[in-house]
């Protein structure tokens, strides 16, 4: 676990990191890293990690947030099942940096038949030396739902991160029976925490980081074709074929409940290795992270103006700027439908 003067965990749920007022905050948003660490995987690992590499040493980040699927143990692509021992090797990797990370689980970190279930993996990533993570409140769903607190040198919170579980699969419990959500209790224990931060301080802004995309995230985008200029383009693409959000089959409450509650502004997803939208819906910024993966999709190295990695600033006068770090010198920006725009 990384303590440290800077950084605290007060309770089962909630770390403080102190940041420093008069400088720039960064945040470096990696997902969908598809580690195999396996005898089948060991080419395309080295190309991931290469590209992990790249990605922090031009970001130089004070944070990194892995938003799920880190790891994949899926034995026809990985040649292993061992996601213990895919997740030390990535904690070993990322201690090396020296810059604190954390993470959420995706739907594929602990794929069925895999050596660990996520109690077991939270209890590994929270020996890493620069890890931020706690498996959360106990009897909330899924495993990994807390908040990290950035915080001034006086304790004052700057900007809370959500971290949630967005589960795994639905009813049946395995791929093919559709993609979960987070769930009620998930969302009930989220805005109550969030009420709370509200009440010392109005003008709070959070950050919410997950997993698999919101419904929201997908009408948001359809209302945008049509030409609805209450949702805001900010930067990216749906290159997903069939322009496919990894979306859950059942309604979840989170979006709706956090416009509500007013204190999220911005929320950063995986999933879609191709998707790399950021637009503002009802006053929240939804981000698809850009994605790492060489072993997940087929031919995904040829893929690559769609793959980096994506930076979130905190500036001192506590505005956001999020922006895409491409791996490579073109980016896709192309939105189907939508011709001309800013
Ligand atoms: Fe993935
Ligand atoms: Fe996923």
Redesign the pocket.
């Known amino acids: 676990m990384y303590l440290s003067e800077k950084c605290k965990q007060i309770d089962d749920e909630t770390f403080t990191l102190q940041i420093q007022k008069d400088r720039d905050f960064k945040i470096l948003q990696l997902t969908?890293l598809?580690l195999g660490f396996g005898v089948l995987s060991k080419g395309k690992d080295k190309l991931a990690l290469d590209a992990v590499k790249k990605i922090i040493e031009k970001t130089k980040p004070d944070l990194i947030v892995l938003t799920g699927?880190s790891i994949f143990p899926f034995l026809p692509k990985a040649g292993t099942l061992n996601n213990r021992k895919q997740a030390k090797k990535l904690m070993a990797f990322l201690d090396r940096f020296e810059i604190p990370y954390t993470l959420v689980f995706?739907n594929?970190d602990c794929e069925m038949g895999s050596t660990c279930n996520k109690e077991d993996l939270a209890e590994l990533y929270k020996q890493g030396k620069y890890c931020i993570f706690t498996e959360g409140r106990k009897n909330l769903t899924g495993v990994g739902n807390f908040l990290i607190e950035l915080v001034d040198d006086t304790g004052k919170v700057l900007l809370p991160l959500v971290m949630l579980d967005s589960n795994m699969y639905g009813e049946g419990g395995w791929f093919f029976s559709g993609f979960d959500r987070i769930q009620d209790d998930q969302v009930d224990w989220c805005m109550e925490r969030l009420t709370i931060l509200k009440q010392e301080n109005p003008d709070i802004q959070a950050m919410a980081f997950f997993h698999m995309p919101l419904r929201e995230f997908k009408e948001a985008y359809e209302k945008m074709k049509l030409g609805d200029k209450s949702v805001i383009y900010q930067h990216g693409s749906i290159a997903e074929k069939h322009e496919y959000f990894g979306i859950s089959k059942y309604p979840g409450t989170f979006f709706d409940k956090a416009v509500e509650n007013g204190v999220i502004k911005w929320m950063f997803c995986?999933?879609d290795?191709l998707n790399t939208l950021s637009l503002t819906y009802k006053g929240i910024q939804m981000t698809y992270g850009m994605s790492i993966?060489y072993l997940?999709y087929n031919g995904m190295k040829k893929n690559y103006i769609q793959r980096g990695g994506t930076l979130i600033e905190r500036k001192t006068d506590g505005t956001v700027e999020i922006g895409m770090v491409p791996l490579g010198s073109v980016v896709s920006t192309r939105v189907r439908g939508v011709e001309k725009r800013k």
């Open positions: 969908d598809h699927d995706g594929h995986g999933h290795h993966d997940g």
